[in-house]
Structures are given as C-alpha cells and as structure tokens.
C-alpha cells in the first residue's frame, strides 16, 4: 500500500495492522480497567491511599518482574508470551467485574486483580515490542514503535469515552468489565493468527547474566541511559493523574468520584492529535528538541490542574497535560528502541516498563500525600517534579553530545556528525 507513507508508513505491513488493531483493542479494555480502579476504590472506602493502594498491585509485578521478561522475551518466540500476557488480564478483568455486579469487592481484592494483571504485563510488554521489530524490520521500525504509542493514544480516546456511556447506562460499572473482557474475543483470535517469528540468534546464558548484560548495555550508552531514566521519571509523574482525579473531583469540585470520563477524553484527544504528526519526525533532528518541549508543557498541565477552579477548568488543564505525556512518551520510547540493538529489545522495553511499574508503586504514596496535605498541593508537587525531570533530561543530553563531539575530535576522524535523533 504505497499510499501508506511518512507517519503512517509501517501500516503499509498487513501483519503489523493486523498486530496494532489488536493491540489498540487490547489496551482500550487494559486503560479502561486502570482507569476505574482508583474510582472504584475511592468508592469504597473515600481514601486517597485506598485508590492508589488498589493499583499497587500492577506495580509490583512490573516493576519486580518484567526485566525478567525481557530477558524471556529475547530468547522465546514472541507470539505465544503475548497472548498468554493478553489472556491472563482477559480473565483478571471477567472475574473482577463479577465480583463488583455481586458486590464483594474489596480494596485488596482490587490490588491482587492488578497484581495479576501487572505479571501478564511483565512478560507481554517486552514480547510485544520486541515482536514488533520481527514483524517489519529495521527500516521501519522507529516508525512501527511510535505508531504503538498512537494505538495507545487512540485507546486513551476510546476508553474514557466509553467509561462515560457506559458506566452512565445500566452497564453501571460491573458491566462495564464484563464489556472489556467481551473484548478479547476479538483480541486473541487476532494474535493466534499472526506468524511465530524467530528471535534474534544469540548465546544462551543465564537469566541473571543476561538480564545484568541488558542493564549494562543502556548504562554505558548515554543517550539510552538518558532516554530510560527520562521515560521512567516522565511515567512516574504523569500517571499521578488518575490517583489523584478521583480525590480532586470529590473534594474540590463537588463531582462524584467516577466523574473521570471527560476529564480523561480531553487529555486522551489532545495526545492523539498532538502524536499523530509525531510518528513521522522521531528520527529527525526534531525529535530531542519535542522531547523536551513535552515535558514541561505536561509539567505545565499538572499546575493548571491543582490550581482549577471548576470541572470545566479541570478538563482544559487536561489539554496540555495530555498533549505533553504523549508526546514525550512516543519520542522517548520510538528513540529508546530504535537506538537499541535488536537482541536487546526486550531486556531495553523491559526496563522502561519498569516505569510503569514504579508509578503503580508509588500511587499509594501520591494518595496518602493528598491525604495529608491536600490534593491540590499534591498535584503541584507533581508538577514540578515533571519540570525537574525534564531539566535533567535535557541537561544529560547536552552532557552526552558535547562528550560525543569530544571523542570524535580526539580521534581525529571527521565521520559522519552524530544524529540528533
């Protein structure tokens, strides 16, 4: 399909659209899910450490597990971790829905849901992402990794939109999961279909070794160290977000808790927007510049939201902070992987999944500030934590080129200027 150019170019792959229309669905019913568990929690008990207690669970499991699965994901065959990793929160999301349409939920019944869920993601993310460089190559697959983040954008669009009508109708929100997990039927039929690619030959070593020569591989190299610390960081603060929303709706805004559709939609739109452009410019000179930009508009974001005065004024700040997450996140992730060899793309996802995993850990830890302090200086807090780490994002790259331009000029070779992307 030659029509499929610039930031859609590696959609032109029928396996690869095949491959990201299951994983946009998926996601949709994974967001979804994480989107309502804080609400959920703050339902039942009216803490702000319950809603971030609830989503401990996925912490734990991707941080403490998926360097593991990376270490898998560069030695397997990457199809049947990724539907296992699909099936288990298929399950998790069926049972969780019952257990809310019978009403014996329970925080820690929600914590061990997500626990679940965040071990099937240990070992999907990496396999996932690393499938993606099998399915279309090298040549296409910086652009192949950002076209994730858009599915992912895309499914930060759907999900809130469809918590709003469903969880309004007589789906309430125990039908609303029985709906996610009906997802799946389409989902994995999707994945069993697609070709059991060969990984990359190499020595088969221990997983210890292996997972500490990953480790080793992104410190040396500066610009991977600067890209993983930055995604972690940038992670860890902007999901905050949906630990925080459930507090600031029910205690400053006289909203219910639930009331996160809107607020969720804006931010969702504005990041699918703002990336769409993205995908064809992360190999350019552009791309570090963006990255940057990115991070302090998100830091931007969470200071007009503590600050909003209204629901409305809740749902506007949503619009920088949406467009400043996602865009920093499909940069980073699309220069993470394509400045990484391809038998360490599951050990280098796995690394920045732990992220994800930390900012699971810490959502407890962001409540009971609120808690403590207001959610409203929490959420301020979180903002400058955003501009400090995008300030030594952009102070470790300037560190790493100049030592680059160094090198280069004591060797005396006058190659090929370093690319900026």
């Not at 914590?111 to 190559?137: C, D, H, K, N």
């Not at 993205?278 to 791309?287: N, Q």
Request: hydrophobic share 55%; aromatic share 10%; charged share 10%.
């Amino acid at each position: 399909m030659s029509w499929m150019t610039g930031s859609f170019a590696a959609l032109g792959h029928r396996n690869y659209r095949f491959f990201w229309i299951g994983s946009m669905l998926a996601t949709t019913a994974f967001m979804m899910s994480f989107m309502l568990v804080p609400s959920v929690a703050f339902e039942i008990t009216g803490s702000n450490a319950a809603a971030g207690l609830a989503q401990m669970g996925s912490g734990i499991g991707m941080f403490a597990i998926s360097p593991i699965g990376g270490v898998i994901a560069d030695r397997m065959r990457k199809k049947p971790l990724v539907f296992i990793g699909q099936a288990i929160p298929a399950c998790v999301i069926l049972v969780t829905g019952l257990l809310i349409l019978t009403d014996v939920i329970t925080v820690p019944m929600l914590s061990i849901a997500t626990l679940i869920m965040g071990l099937g993601f240990a070992f999907m993310g990496p396999a996932r992402q690393a499938w993606v460089g099998e399915l279309v190559g090298r040549e296409l697959f910086p652009n192949a990794v950002a076209l994730q983040q858009i599915a992912q954008n895309v499914s930060q669009v759907a999900a809130p939109a469809l918590i709003a009508v469903l969880v309004g109708t007589f789906l309430h929100i125990g039908g609303t999961y029985l709906f996610m997990a009906s997802m799946f039927a389409v989902v994995l039929p999707i994945t069993a279909w697609l070709p059991n690619t060969e990984p990359p030959s190499s020595t088969r070593r221990s997983v210890r070794t292996e997972l500490l020569a990953g480790l080793g591989y992104v410190w040396r190299d500066g610009r991977l160290r600067t890209l993983w610390l930055g995604f972690i960081g940038i992670v860890v603060c902007g999901f905050a977000f949906q630990t925080l929303l459930p507090g600031l709706l029910s205690e400053e805004l006289g909203r219910k808790p639930t009331d996160v559709g809107m607020i969720f939609l804006a931010l969702a739109v504005a990041g699918l927007m703002a990336t769409i452009p993205l995908a064809g410019l992360v190999r350019t000179r552009y791309a570090w510049p963006i990255l940057l930009g990115a991070g302090f508009l998100m830091a931007l974001g969470f200071v007009l939201l503590s600050q909003a005065p209204s629901y409305l004024a809740a749902i506007l700040a949503g619009i920088p902070l949406g467009i400043g997450r996602s865009a920093f996140m499909l940069v980073d992730n699309a220069l993470l992987m394509s400045n990484a060899e391809p038998a360490f793309h599951g050990r280098v996802m796995s690394l920045a999944m732990m992220g994800f995993g930390s900012q699971a850990l810490l959502a407890p830890v962001w409540g009971a500030l609120a808690d403590a302090f207001g959610v409203r200086t929490t959420l301020l807090s979180v903002g400058l934590a955003a501009a400090t780490v995008s300030a030594m994002v952009g102070a470790s790259y300037i560190s790493v080129r100049r030592a680059e331009h160094a090198a280069r000029a004591a060797s005396g070779s006058s190659g090929t200027p370093v690319p900026t992307a």
